[in-house]
Structure formats: C-alpha cells, structure tokens
C-alpha cells in the first residue's frame, strides 16, 4: 500500500537545526510516520527540549545533542557522540544554516568564512560521516535544506545565496555516485516560510528587484509544507528520486 512506503518505523533521523523552524517542522513530521529522531541544535537547548517534548507526547522517540557547523571538526565530532550511543543516522536532513546580511561590498572576509563554512563546508564534512555507514546497510535518505535565492538570489545574501548553489551541485555529484547503493541525496529549496529568521534585519534593495522576489500564490508558506515534501524525499515513497532540487517557495523561483 502506499501509505507503507511513508512508514519509518525503525529509522533513525538526524535534523540539523532542528529547534525551530523548517528543522523543527521536518523532525516533527518524520516522528509522526514513526522515525526515531536525533534532534541538532547550535545555542538554544530549552527549544530543542520543547520539540523533543512534543515528539514524545505523540508517542515518538526523540534526542537531544548540539554542534556548531562554523568549527572543522564539528561533524566528525558528532559522528563519535552518536556512534558511542549506537544512533548513526539512516536519514541525514542537512538544514543549519547562517546568513550575514550586507550589501556586497561590505562584506568582509569573516562573514564570508562563517557562511561558506557553516552551510558548504560543513555539509560535505556531514556526508563524509554519516554516508558510508548508509552505504554499508544499503538504504539511506540525505536531504540537504537549500532556498529559492540559488534561482533568485537576494542582493544582501550574495554569500548565503552563492553556498546554498554550491551545495546544491554537490548534492547532484554525491547522488550520481552513490544512487545505485540504495542512498537518494536531494536538495529541497524553500521559498519565504514562517520562521523566526524572516525577524532578521535585512537592508532594504531597489524597488526593481524587490519586484522580481515576490510570491505568485502570494503569503508565505509553513514550516509544513516543508516537512510533507521531506517525509516524500526521506521515505519508501521517494526511492526514485535523487540529485533532484525540488522547490517548495510558492512559485517565488518561477
């Protein structure tokens, strides 16, 4: 049936970034069809708590650990942190992420390094760790968080835009290699969705390229419609679909 292929039951999902936001809105929605869930977060334990919380309260499994992608060793330090609790992961949703907000000729060689380290560099450090193990039991789901500005690029996110293109590429050249193993690598890209970094300052563009950022369905989406394509891309269901980039943004990167 098809609803089976939606079952994770006796999976384990690691979510990066997973406190709030889309992270938050994915973990919950892979707890719901029975994945057990390592729930990653940077600064904020009392919100990963709460969503551990809620994941219990529905019956589900959930745990807490926390990182920071800005460091070189971050992922191999996590993959040692998981391996001693015997909780290397079957599903890698990759969605932590930092944006410096400046205009691109002010941005300084810092915040290029913070950005290109946390959302790039890290990413690949991430499939190092946890692919191989996938590899070996022959199934495997990673599921990388893009944004619409690898199409549509926001003038003050030159650097944020330009790694979220790069990790988009690199999903399409791990996909290639390892799609015959059992493992799908896919990039999903949101659009504007609801989250507290929509509460970020960021300076103000042109009226001409505003104009060519807007939303056709108009609002903003949820968390939610998120978490629906990600339990597709994570699943039995989506076993025919890999080194895809698969936009949920309200037609914004049309």
Request: glycine residues 10%; negative net charge; proline residues 4%.
């Given at each position: ?12 999902a690691?979510?990066t970034?997973?406190?709030q936001g ?11 069809y029975?994945?057990?869930v390592?729930?990653?977060y ?6 990963a708590?709460?969503?551990?919380e ?9 745990h ?9 060793d ?12 015997k909780?290397?992961?079957d599903?890698?949703?990759?969605n932590a992420?930092?944006?410096v ?5 002010t941005m300084?060689?810092?915040?290029f ?11 690949l450090?991430?499939?190092q ?12 789901r990673?599921?990388?968080i893009g ?6 690029p ?10 979220k293109s790069a990790v ?13 193993q059992?493992?799908?690598?896919n990039?999903?890209?949101p ?16 009226e001409r390229?505003?104009?060519r950022m ?13 978490a ?12 025919f679909i890999?080194?895809q980039?698969i ?8």
């Amino acid at each position: 049936m098809l609803t089976d292929q939606f079952d994770l039951s006796g999976k384990i999902a690691l979510v990066t970034g997973a406190s709030q936001g889309i992270g938050k809105g994915i973990a919950l929605g892979l707890a719901e069809y029975g994945a057990e869930v390592i729930l990653l977060y940077h600064k904020d334990r009392k919100q990963a708590e709460g969503v551990a919380e809620e994941v219990k309260k529905n019956g589900g499994k959930a745990h807490i650990f926390s990182s920071d992608f800005s460091q070189s060793d971050a992922a191999q330090k996590l993959r040692k942190q998981l391996g001693q609790k015997k909780k290397l992961p079957d599903i890698l949703v990759v969605n932590a992420s930092v944006q410096v907000a400046k205009d691109w000729l002010t941005m300084a060689e810092q915040d290029f390094d913070f950005q290109v380290n946390t959302n790039f560099k890290s990413t690949l450090f991430l499939f190092q760790e946890f692919i191989p193990k996938m590899l070996e039991r022959g199934w495997g789901r990673v599921l990388t968080i893009g944004s619409v500005q690898q199409e549509k690029p926001h003038p003050a996110m030159i650097v944020y835009a330009a790694t979220k293109s790069a990790v988009d590429n690199m999903v399409k050249n791990i996909a290639m290699q390892v799609a015959d193993q059992g493992v799908t690598v896919n990039n999903l890209a949101p659009g504007v969705i609801g989250t507290p970094r929509l509460d970020e300052p960021v300076p103000d563009v042109d009226e001409r390229i505003d104009q060519r950022m807007t939303t056709p369905m108009g609002g903003i989406g949820d968390p939610i419609d998120c978490a629906a394509m990600a339990l597709l891309l994570c699943s039995d269901a989506g076993r025919f679909i890999t080194g895809q980039n698969i936009f949920v943004d309200g037609g914004m990167s049309l």
